[in-house]
């Protein structure tokens, strides 16, 4: 159902003198901040971009897990270890509540995973830069589950209700999993010139990919005006930006650090830092799946999606003789 709805998302927001009057009382409760549950009337494109968005999100925590899963037999102790296991355990978690959320749309998780595997869905841009040393582990904490956190924060007032209500634990984990992220920073900052030079390596690398987690400029994303006026979005991509601008140029000077952006500056007259803008043509290559390991991603999903059919089968076969039995014994 969803996959002939994927091309077709309206641009721009809908006047209201356009509307229908159905339209027009949904709107009135979104303005009036009501939820809108699974039940309710919805416009087409209200649930598209919702399935779209929901299912991104969703994608994004599962492959999210590649990257860092890649360090769990060489983290360098115990304790970080099992530490690294529950964050990516975490994200398993989310990725299925999210599936969950989008499902209450009308789509079915299957479709939505075919959708991926097709290269008709995305995952967040973030997931297709590799990680190197241990350090990137740190610095996808601090700064990727920091940029995450920053628009999942505004996401628990989006106004779909079941979306919302996830944002609460997700953020709860998150900045649990941002402040893991410090911490390793920390202890490589701190630690001996080596340690400090591989912190400062991940965070030259993983700075401008972080700033494009946030989406295209406002004057170039497609959704954001619909969105926004259906609070599906409740900031926009600029704005969330900035945030994390601010919020993450006093941890780099505390980890004595030093930003890769040399012109960013504090402007005292709008109390934000200036910035120099991540070079958008690399972020619109690593969409249309020219990143450096998009193949790779890719590739380990389908594989593990695969491998994985003997288990699901066994399941739903379960399943059908429970069902069976019980119906027997009516
Ligand atoms: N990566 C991949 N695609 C992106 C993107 C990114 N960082 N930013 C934007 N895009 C895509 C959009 O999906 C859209 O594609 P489409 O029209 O073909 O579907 C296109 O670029 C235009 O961008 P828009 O600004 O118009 O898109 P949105 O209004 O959807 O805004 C967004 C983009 C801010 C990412 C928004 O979708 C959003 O808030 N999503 C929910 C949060 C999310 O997905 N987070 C994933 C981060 S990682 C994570 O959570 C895992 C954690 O464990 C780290």
Redesign the pocket.
């Known amino acids: 159902m969803y996959a002939q709805m994927v091309k077709t ?1 309206r641009v721009g927001v809908k006047p209201r003198d356009e509307m229908t009057e159905q339209e027009r009382a949904f709107q009135d409760r979104v303005d009036a901040n009501e939820k809108i549950e699974p039940k309710d009337w919805m416009p087409d494109d209200y649930r598209r ?1 919702l399935i ?3 299912g ?2 969703a994608h ?2 599962v492959v ?1 897990q590649l990257p860092e899963g890649n360090w769990i037999t060489r983290a360098p102790t115990l304790e970080r270890k099992a530490i690294l296991l529950a964050k990516v355990q ?2 398993a978690g ?1 990725g299925l509540y999210l599936y969950s959320a989008a499902e209450t749309l009308g789509v079915s998780r299957d479709e939505l995973i075919e959708l991926l595997h097709q290269g008709r ?7 297709n830069y590799p990680t190197l040393t241990w350090a990137d582990v740190g610095a ?1 904490g601090w700064l ?2 920091g ?2 956190i920053m ?2 924060v505004h ?1 628990q007032r989006t106004s779909y209700g079941p979306y919302a209500r996830a944002m609460v634990r ?1 953020c709860k984990e ?1 900045s649990f ?1 941002q402040r893991q992220g410090y911490d390793i920073m920390m202890k490589m900052a701190f630690g001996t010139p080596e340690q400090k030079a591989m912190a400062q390596d991940a965070l030259n690398r993983f700075w401008y990919p972080s700033l ?5 400029p406002d004057q ?5 005006a619909q ?1 926004m006026a259906w609070k599906i ?1 409740v900031a926009t ?1 600029d704005e ?1 930006r900035q945030k994390f601008v601010d919020q993450t140029v006093p941890q780099i000077e505390y980890l004595g650090l030093t930003c890769p952006d040399p012109d960013i500056r504090l402007n005292e007259e709008t109390g934000h830092y200036d910035f120099t803008p991540p070079d958008w043509s690399e ?1 619109f290559a ?2 249309k799946g020219n990143g450096p390991c998009n193949k790779d991603r890719m590739k380990a999903r389908i594989t593990a999606w695969e491998d994985g059919a003997w288990v699901r089968e066994g399941m739903l076969a379960h399943a059908r003789k429970k069902a069976a039995a019980t119906a027997a014994a009516e």
């Open positions: 998302a971009t779209r968005q929901i991104q999100h994004s925590e999210g975490d994200e989310r869905m995305k995952y967040s841009s973030i997931f996808i990727v589950d940029a995450a628009n999942q996401l997700i998150e999993h494009m987690m946030f989406g295209p170039d994303s497609v959704h954001t969105s979005k991509n969330l972020f690593v969409l």
